[in-house]
């Protein structure tokens, strides 16, 4: 099976249920988000600058636990801002636990290593001592961590331990050099993979969540499953970036971009998913096959926003994870005031010109598990997917050249770097200071270093 059969028979005896009932709006997935503060400035995340006046502010341990009781989605996305800045996430994630809920832990993959070490250390005994050696051996951990985690865990917290009904979701949206590009830090990918790597060795549940651009390379995209596959990732997720507000505004303001030039149109994203269910079959793509038909523009399906529903630090946010009309007290408050037929695409026909181009999963990936826009074999369809077999690791997968950035030398900094060493090295130290803010990873940032360097040359040589 793609996904473990306990949670499948939780997702659709949840569907099944509020069927039976003729519940007409239900979630199936909560969006929880405790916090929006983050380590990192993605290019096309929107969140921390639409947020920027209360990024300090954080959810309580129980609004959050109170908003998973509320809505009762069967799966919580723990989500952000990095939610494991969260202070009380380890607390979250064992009340979610507790309360029956599939838990997806969505990371940058910066602070996950750092988590498990602390969950080693709260279950060490001399068993654990192969383990250790293994991740001694594979670089994974350090002896100074080993000597810290021989020591135990003596504050009485709870860690994030290893769970049928857990997993990392690692934000990982090409290889080495692309991913650090996107993310605008150099260095990332590698982090992200040697924590992927520890994770399946002490075993935890991993996923991917990527993201597609138009900029983005669908060959790449599908070396990085074959790279992921090879170390034996539990699945992934996928879908199109689209230009909503926030992400536009921050693209202009922040890096002086053209938000055409990044985000994909309906057009784009059917032909950059032309492929989706031809990887579907090779890897493990969680979803339904219906929402990869209309991502890869076979059929068309009627948005269904209030199925992953958003609650953050101002309330229910709607109509969706990406729009924002309003913050709601409750979640079926939201359900009963938003005019929910004002939003998406019917026909071909945006009812909101916002809504032209978005074919995100929240928006739509529920759409094809309720049946909306329903055709003859779409039940058995989406059956035989999710409880056929899972496809096997892909260990071809071990060859692809994925560290292609910054492991490398070449990052998407190197020029720039190279160019001061050279300025510094020409000119004594007087070219040396100019740009040596460099270490966000933007590409505006690296061109205009270049420009102040060869500025500063003519002066110099002039």
């Known amino acids: 099976m793609r996904f473990p059969l306990a949670l499948t028979a939780k997702i659709a005896g949840h569907i099944i249920q509020h069927k039976l009932r003729r519940t007409p709006k239900f979630a199936l997935v909560l969006q929880l988000e405790p916090l929006h503060t983050c380590n990192l400035t993605c290019t096309g995340c929107g969140r921390i600058r639409e947020y920027s006046t209360s990024?300090?502010?954080?959810?309580?341990?129980?609004?959050?636990?109170?908003?998973?009781?509320?809505?009762?989605?069967?799966?919580?996305?723990?989500?952000?801002?990095?939610?494991?800045?969260?202070?009380?996430?380890?607390?979250?994630?064992?009340?979610?636990?507790?309360?029956?809920?599939?838990?997806?832990?969505?990371?940058?993959?910066m602070f996950m290593r750092k988590k498990m070490r602390d969950y080693l250390a709260g279950v060490y005994s001399p068993a654990l001592e192969p383990k250790l050696a293994k991740l001694l051996s594979e670089k994974l951990i350090s002896d100074k961590d080993v000597e810290a985690i021989r020591k135990g865990k003596t504050d009485g917290r709870p860690t994030i331990r290893p769970s049928k009904w857990m997993y990392w979701n690692v934000h990982i949206d090409g290889l080495e050099y692309t991913h650090d590009l996107i993310v605008e830090r150099e260095g990332v990918f590698k982090e992200c993979v040697e924590a992927v790597r520890m994770a399946k060795i002490i075993g935890y549940q991993v996923a991917t969540n990527t993201t597609v651009y138009k900029e983005t390379d669908v060959r790449e995209i599908e070396q990085m499953f074959e790279f992921f596959s090879a170390l034996e990732v539990d699945g992934h997720t996928i879908s199109p970036g689209?230009?909503?507000?926030?992400?536009?505004?921050?693209?202009?303001?922040?890096?002086?971009?053209?938000?055409?030039?990044?985000?994909?149109?309906?057009?784009?994203?059917?032909?950059?998913?032309?492929?989706?269910?031809?990887?579907?079959?090779?890897?493990?793509?969680?979803?339904?096959?219906?929402?990869?038909?209309?991502?890869?523009?076979?059929?068309?399906?009627?948005?269904?926003?209030?199925?992953?529903?958003?609650?953050?630090?101002?309330?229910?946010?709607?109509?969706?994870?990406?729009?924002?009309?309003?913050?709601?007290a409750g979640y079926q408050e939201m359900l009963d005031k938003v005019d929910w037929d004002k939003y998406g695409v019917v026909d071909g026909v945006a009812r909101d010109p916002r809504c032209e181009n978005c074919m995100v999963h929240c928006g739509y990936d529920p759409s094809g598990a309720l049946g909306t826009n329903y055709q003859r074999g779409d039940n058995w369809k989406n059956f035989k997917y999710n409880f056929g077999a899972k496809p096997r690791p892909y260990y071809p997968g071990r060859s692809v050249n994925a560290f292609n950035g910054f492991s490398a030398g070449k990052g998407h900094l190197a020029e720039a770097k190279a160019a001061l060493k050279s300025a510094a090295a020409d000119n004594g130290n007087g070219a040396a200071h100019v740009g040596i803010s460099c270490g966000s990873g933007d590409p505006t940032e690296r061109d205009q270093l270049l420009a102040k360097i060869g500025s500063k040359l003519k002066v110099k040589t002039g």
């Open 55 to 109: 990024l300090k502010d954080m959810m309580s341990l129980e609004d959050c636990l109170g908003a998973a009781t509320e809505c009762d989605a069967p799966m919580v996305s723990i989500c952000g801002g990095e939610p494991l800045i969260y202070p009380k996430i380890e607390e979250l994630v064992e009340g979610l636990l507790r309360q029956g809920r599939i838990v997806y832990v969505c990371t940058n993959g």
């Open 242 to 328: 689209y230009e909503y507000d926030a992400a536009k505004k921050d693209m202009v303001k922040r890096l002086n971009r053209r938000p055409e030039d990044f985000f994909l149109t309906r057009q784009m994203t059917r032909e950059k998913f032309a492929k989706i269910q031809e990887w579907g079959e090779r890897f493990t793509i969680f979803g339904t096959p219906v929402y990869q038909e209309f991502l890869a523009g076979k059929r068309e399906l009627t948005c269904t926003a209030w199925a992953i529903p958003t609650r953050n630090i101002r309330g229910w946010k709607a109509p969706c994870y990406l729009m924002t009309d309003g913050h709601y």
